[in-house]
């Protein structure tokens, strides 16, 4: 029998209803709520460090005008790591492992950085396409591939993520799968598969979570260079 190793990316359904549906809201039921009290747990205090020091470390290089982005890289942030982290979790999904699902978070928050720069500094924006000092017959050379290279970010984002996210779950389902076989055959073999599959476990979900961070981190230098 022939295993379909992309099975595992498709959206899942229940009675017709896709769940991708719930595995967008599911973040936002995990995150603990503050209370009204002076005192804070250990969960919200460590999730206001983390947030604090994640924000702090982006925001670092950006003017004041940047700053004002910091909610929304924060919140953007903690919704990718999570989204990335339930994906490792058994019979769970994915969303951002969907091409369609990281370019529709990608596209809109890079057009919102390109627009941003058009219009508070229309002639800095333009500048990128053309370096000062170019030679007159390198000038349309050189505005074809800037303007290339900046359409081709929102697809760099999302592609980046993706493929990352993707190669990553193929390769534990085919050392899981190798080993579920080889155990029955040789322990010694299976144990030391099985090993292997923890450590690559450990390293998905480094990977999970510096993926998210490199997504929010790149949107932020290319707000850096439009503000």
Do not use: D
């Amino acid at each position: 029998m022939t295993v379909n190793l992309f099975e595992q990316f498709s959206s899942p359904s229940l009675l017709g209803i896709p769940l991708i549906v719930l595995a967008f809201l599911a973040p936002a039921s995990l995150f603990p709520s503050l209370p009204n009290r002076w005192i804070q747990g250990r969960l919200i205090a460590i999730q206001s460090w983390s947030i604090n020091q994640f924000t702090q470390q982006l925001l670092t290089p950006l003017n004041m005008a940047g700053h004002k982005w910091a909610l929304m890289f924060a919140c953007l942030g903690a919704y990718l790591v999570t989204l990335n982290l339930l994906g490792l979790l058994p019979f769970t999904f994915t969303p951002t492992t969907q091409l369609s699902v990281s370019l529709g978070i990608a596209l809109p928050l890079w057009l919102s950085t390109v627009i941003i720069g058009m219009r508070n500094q229309p002639t800095h924006a333009l500048a990128h396409f053309l370096p000062e000092g170019t030679p007159p017959a390198l000038v349309p050379i050189l505005i074809i591939i800037e303007t290339i290279s900046l359409f081709i970010r929102p697809l760099a984002l999302g592609v980046r993520m993706t493929a990352n996210l993707t190669a990553g779950h193929l390769l534990m389902n085919l050392v899981a799968s190798g080993a579920f076989f080889i155990f029955p055959h040789s322990m010694l073999a299976g144990a030391t598969i099985s090993l292997f599959l923890l450590m690559l476990s450990a390293l998905e979900v480094a990977v999970a979570m510096i993926q998210a961070y490199v997504f929010v981190l790149l949107l932020s230098l290319y707000l850096q260079e439009n503000t």
